[in-house]
């Protein structure tokens, strides 16, 4: 059910429903965590984020919000990315994500919880591949860190590596 979404630099008007889209979504994955009482973080994250020339990107469309990411092109570091439950599989977090790896061309690094399947494969189709295994320093939960590497750098890894 692909549907057109527009994307645009976040206002701080957004904030009220960016909040509430960021803990709907958590919330269906991680029902036993309070995420409505993590929002204060995820403000604070925001503010230091902004304050040091990251990115957050608004993915809109005619229902309204869709979804968002945050990013820092200087690290080339995906810190969050969420889209609406009504807006999953709709190719919002595919141009979201795009967003970013075209800001950071070179390459981008993210960490999921391990055990977060659809956002895996999603990230595998965008080619992300698995660098390392950690914990969440919130949760505790076990996490993947992913990285992709830009159109340039993989093409000269496709040379160098021969084919199977």
Known sequence: MAINVVLRPYAEAD?????????ETWRLSRPEIDFFARA???AE??????SEGAQIVVAE???GLAGFV????ARSW???IAVAPRALGSGAARALIGRAKQDC?????LEVNADNFRALAFYRAEGFQRVREGRNSLSGLPTLTLAWKG???AKIENLETPPK
């Open 61 to 63: 469309d005619t229902a």
């Open 15 to 23: 904030w009220p429903a960016l909040r509430a889209l960021w803990v």
């Open 45 to 50: 994250l925001f503010k230091k984020s902004l």
């Open 40 to 42: 204060p973080w995820l």
């Open 70 to 73: 945050l990013y820092d092109p």
């Open 105 to 109: 061309p070179t390459g981008l690094g």
């Open 151 to 153: 159109p340039f750098e």
């Open 78 to 80: 995906l810190e969050q």
